[in-house]
């Protein structure tokens, strides 16, 4: 549950998500025979609709409110899933919300940290949650973003004794991540199509439109299964009206035509990188560091912390420039789902000096040169903290690019070579 106006603020965060909003999940995504965790489920409204889905699911929470709970768990510090799940986790919840977004920022990173393995992630969040500056490294910067499902109705979170004066302003979406990473850009769905009736008891009864969702069952596709090969990109249905001995136009089905993520190997054909991200590592995913020095160069750079951006800077012009400018070793990574991204981190300063941060940063970077390890900031120790992956993990694919071509994907278009460039201006005030 998101903002929420003028009403006042639920203990907790506590906000029983209705049924139709887990029908419209389960118009895209597969729920039946799966089993779930739901580490956020309260007084267990959501865990009721996953049931009437098919799913049977796992129930845990920060405390009890009523509800039968398998655990109390504060899924936020959750390292590790409960010994029911084997390998895949599929996890689903509304999360709490808080300040600013915050605890939904740690579901987040606590179910992608447990997804790495293999699995999805399905949140109930605002629309606009992905549009936050803060949040790029959730979804445009996060291989595993599958895409969201956009929420046709609005929820009702406060009953008004005037039915006719409930008119909700939030809107909300089914944001979704999915592990191994899917092979295409992520998918934008819509839903409800149907309703949802219950039971003499109160039960949510089975999810049922009667008719054939426009498109497949999204997850599905996302989480391999032995004889199924992954992929994000819905079929495109048979027309009811078109018989079955008619032929299609041929554009009908362009997954005849697409190609998967092992496209590289096949003949005459190889993956292009137009792109790669300069940052640190995320602490969601394991990473590795090419080892060999011609992979890493000590550079000059401009960092506009609020942005999020680095620019290259020519030495001539950076001789010119008085403390707005570091000194950093640019080192190449990938992450385990092979996303190649530069690493740079500050160098110790002309008094040989180095704050904790910068110095534990290049000890994991020499680490990561031999195992795969995952990285976060640890406020106790004022520096980073790693773990090394203790499952049987190939070593890196690495790609056919010189570091010059690594540099010039970087940096394209992030490069000050006058001090007449906008940035230099911005930073002497002109």
């Known amino acids: 549950m998101g903002k929420h106006g003028s009403y006042p603020r639920v203990d907790g965060d506590h906000y029983p998500t209705p049924d139709w909003a887990i029908a419209a999940l389960a118009e895209h995504v597969d729920l039946a025979g799966q089993l779930i965790w739901e580490p956020a489920c309260g ?59 915050k605890i939904a920022d740690r579901f987040i990173e606590a179910g992608l940290r447990l997804i790495g393995g293999g699995g999805f992630l399905a949140l109930l969040l605002a629309a606009d949650f992905d ?12 291989p595993l973003f599958a895409g969201k499902i956009v929420l046709t109705r609005r929820i009702v979170w406060f009953a ?17 991540w999915a592990s ?57 249905p048979e027309s009811p009206e078109t018989p079955a001995s008619e032929p299609r136009d041929i554009f009908d089905d362009l997954s005849k035509f697409r190609l998967g993520q092992d496209f590289q190997k ?42 999020r951006e680095f620019y290259l800077l020519s030495m001539d012009i950076a001789n010119s420039l008085t403390g707005d400018f570091a000194m950093v070793m640019v080192y190449t990574a990938i992450t385990r789902q092979g996303t ?31 195992r795969w390890i995952r990285m976060r900031a640890d406020a106790e120790s004022r520096g980073y903290v790693a773990w090394e992956a203790e499952g049987e993990i190939a070593d890196p694919a690495w790609p056919d690019l010189s570091f010059a071509e690594i540099l010039r994907l970087g940096f394209k278009g992030y490069v000050i070579t006058s001090l007449d460039h906008p940035v230099v201006q911005r930073l002497r005030g002109l």
């Not at 426009?214 to 599905?220: C, N």
């Not at 054909?269 to 992979?295: D, G, I, M, N």
């Open 43 to 101: 007084a267990g409204r959501m865990v009721e609709a996953l049931k009437a889905a098919g799913a049977t699911v796992y129930c845990s929470d920060v405390e009890s409110r009523g509800f039968p709970l398998d655990a109390l768990i504060d899924f936020t510090l959750a390292s590790t899933a409960p010994n029911d799940f084997n390998g895949t986790i599929r996890i689903i919840s509304n999360p709490a919300f808080g300040r600013q977004g």
């Open 131 to 142: 549009s936050g500056k803060t949040r790029a490294r959730f979804f445009r910067d996060c």
């Open 160 to 176: 008004n004794p005037d039915p006719k004066r409930e008119r909700p302003k939030e809107n909300h979406c089914w944001f979704l």
């Open 180 to 236: 191994p990473t899917p092979q295409t850009a992520p998918v934008l769905l819509y839903a409800p199509r149907i309703s949802v009736t219950r039971t003499a008891d109160g039960r949510p009864s089975v999810i049922n439109s009667g008719t054939a969702p426009e498109i497949g069952d999204v997850m599905s596709k996302l989480t391999p299964t032995p004889t199924t090969k992954p992929t994000l990109v819905p079929e495109t």
């Open 266 to 307: 096949t003949g005459g054909v190889k993956k292009l990188l137009t792109k790669v991200p300069v940052r640190k590592p995320s602490p969601q995913f394991f990473f590795r560091v090419r080892p060999e020095p011609a992979y890493r160069e000590a550079l000059a750079v401009i960092e506009l912390k609020e942005d």
């Open 340 to 370: 190649l991204f530069l690493w740079p981190i500050p160098l110790p300063g002309a008094d040989g000096r180095i704050n904790e941060y910068h110095r534990s940063a290049h000890q994991h970077a020499e680490m990561a040169m031999t």
